[in-house]
């Protein structure tokens, strides 16, 4: 197959995912959740979910509606199921978080929200799954980057199966009760398959792609992204069956979280080698704004598995938990896909500009969209904000935390402007903005 | 130069006017095409881009179908878009190559 077509909601969940992230960040400027809540209380569950489900599963869902064809040269199976996926997730979300309100006092409202919110979101997660995995399957055999998403859904499976089982712990049903400890044991398990498997492994895959196309590097050893692929998979199935069983027998998740966390370590060395490998074999030296801002979200990467083991060392990894997924949630995803999307979303609107002209007049290029000086000090300011909120959280500073959040709510902001320039092409020069039979695209639908 | 040279000379230069989107450059400088030639008025082009899968493909092929059309002379164009050889960046030409910051190391 030859080329694949614009996915029409992918600017919807990208639209979507950017409000959820600025609702969450103005809550935590606000002092709403940790650190001034506790790190499992109901408020601090309203923000994590708001970023891991509003913002970053959001995105990453829009994403991989566009991006798995282009990895499989195959199109999307059911294009007409993406909108009902969207409309789930979003009621889902908006559900449980009222659920989590009503669980800290802020709302009244019944039991059942928790596990009526978290059923509406399993079922938009299984339209998303069942859609790109059957893209996938028809697919066979994977390429490389391919097979981390491929990973990544089957973890989102497992995030989305002990969300649903939390909701009915929290909710009190009595089918529960026979359940005592998956609350407190089921957590770290949870947490290990959304943010680890589906958030980090999705994106690392898709990264050595998006890197190489980017970058001009040559991607087609076979051998790139194997061990890191083998490594982190290996980790996931350790931390997920591993912890499922470690529950079940009631033995404790030490060992299995030191082994899972070992083939972690190892997964992400070898992909920061991968990484390297490519920006030093790239033919196209001079980097575009999103390729150099990717950088800093591998520092960030980096920066966590440095962090981790450290913590892990000094036996102080439970009280600086909350730092560390922070920096795995902003420094690390967040900038990763802001940085992608400010190359995406121009990317997304160009084609639909002026791909329909192109050959019968002149055309501006995708750099024509965006004005890279302006976008970079947002960018300088989101990774400064992020790195020091997570210095902040360390340190036990929460007001300092609510500033450094508010740099990064700002920069946010500046951001999303951004990108909504590019989608009005308000950034590129006449005459050729508007050539004859070029059309602005709808701001949060594609035309395709 | 034959006549069929110089109208293969005009369609190349009118392919000119399509460009890679993500690279900001013409696709005949970038080395996208890899033949053209005329038969009775029908031109034959051979393309490719740089990745199988990419959404920006389909609006190449038809691009260069567009643009070829205009030039005088060319009744109908017939465009195939193949991956063999795979494009690789050592095709793009010299001048373009400056402009992407391409390394001399590489």
């Known amino acids: ?448 | 130069m034959t006549a069929n040279d110089d109208l293969v000379t005009q369609i190349r230069q009118a392919l000119k006017v399509v460009i890679d989107p993500e690279l900001g450059h013409n696709i005949v400088d970038l080395g996208f095409v890899y033949d053209v030639s005329v038969d009775d008025g029908v031109a034959h082009i051979t393309m490719t881009a740089t990745t199988r899968g990419c959404p920006a493909a389909s609006f190449l092929k038809e691009g260069v179908a567009n643009s070829a059309c205009l030039v005088p002379g060319v009744e109908s164009v017939d465009v195939t878009m193949t991956f063999d050889p795979p494009w690789q960046p050592w095709m793009i030409s010299p001048g373009v190559k400056a402009s992407l910051g391409f390394a001399e190391v590489n």
């Open chain 1, 1 to 448: 197959m030859i080329g694949t077509s614009l996915c029409k909601w992918a600017i919807s969940y990208f639209a979507a995912a950017i409000v959820w992230l600025l609702l969450a960040e103005v809550l935590m400027v606000a002092g709403f959740g940790f650190p001034n809540d506790d790190i499992g209380g109901p408020d601090t569950l309203v923000i994590v979910h708001m970023v891991c489900i509003g913002w970053l599963s959001m995105v990453v869902c829009g994403a991989l509606f566009q991006f798995v064809p282009v990895l499989v040269a195959r199109p999307l199976y059911a294009e007409r199921w993406t909108l009902p996926a969207l409309a789930l997730l979003t009621l889902g979300l908006t559900i449980l978080l009222a659920g989590f309100l009503a669980l800290g006092g802020h709302i009244n409202g019944p039991r059942w929200l928790l596990p009526v919110g978290a059923g509406l979101l399993i079922a938009g997660f299984v339209l998303v799954v069942a859609n790109l995995g059957m893209t996938l399957w028809l697919a066979r055999p994977l390429p490389g980057p391919a097979r981390f998403a491929a990973v990544g859904l089957a973890c989102i499976c497992v995030t989305a199966a002990f969300g649903g089982m939390f909701s009915l712990v929290l909710s009190g049903a009595a089918v529960a009760a026979r359940w005592p400890e998956l609350l407190v044991s089921g957590v770290p398990i949870h947490a290990i398959a959304g943010l680890g498997g589906w958030l980090t492994f999705t994106a690392m895959g898709v990264s050595y792609r998006l890197l190489a196309m980017f970058m001009l590097a040559p991607d087609s050893d076979a051998r790139l992204g194997r061990l890191a692929w083998l490594a982190g998979a290996a980790a996931l199935a350790v931390g997920v069956v591993g912890g499922v069983l470690a529950l079940w027998r009631a033995t404790g998740l030490n060992l299995v979280l030191l082994v899972a966390g070992a083939a972690a370590l190892l997964s992400l060395i070898a992909y920061g080698h991968d990484v390297l490998g490519l920006y030093r074999t790239r033919k196209r030296r001079a980097l575009e704004l999103n390729t150099r801002m990717s950088i800093l979200s591998l520092a960030s990467l980096a920066a966590v598995a440095i962090l981790g083991a450290a913590l892990l060392a000094t036996g102080s990894f439970q009280p600086h938990v909350g730092a560390l997924v922070f920096l795995v949630a902003f420094g690390w995803l967040t900038g990763l896909v802001l940085a992608n999307l400010y190359k995406i979303v121009p990317f997304l609107t160009w084609l639909e500009a002026y791909g329909p002209v192109m050959g019968r007049v002149p055309t501006p290029r995708v750099q024509d969209l965006v004005a890279e000086r302006r976008a970079t000090k947002w960018f300088v300011l989101f990774f400064a904000g992020s790195w020091a909120a997570t210095l902040m959280l360390l340190v036990d500073a929460a007001l300092g935390f609510r500033v450094a959040l508010a740099v990064v709510t700002l920069a946010t902001l500046g951001l999303g402007e951004e990108l909504i320039r590019a989608r009005r092409l308000a950034d590129v020069a006449e005459p050729l903005r508007l050539p004859t039979g070029a059309a602005v695209p709808h701001l949060l639908i594609s035309r395709n």
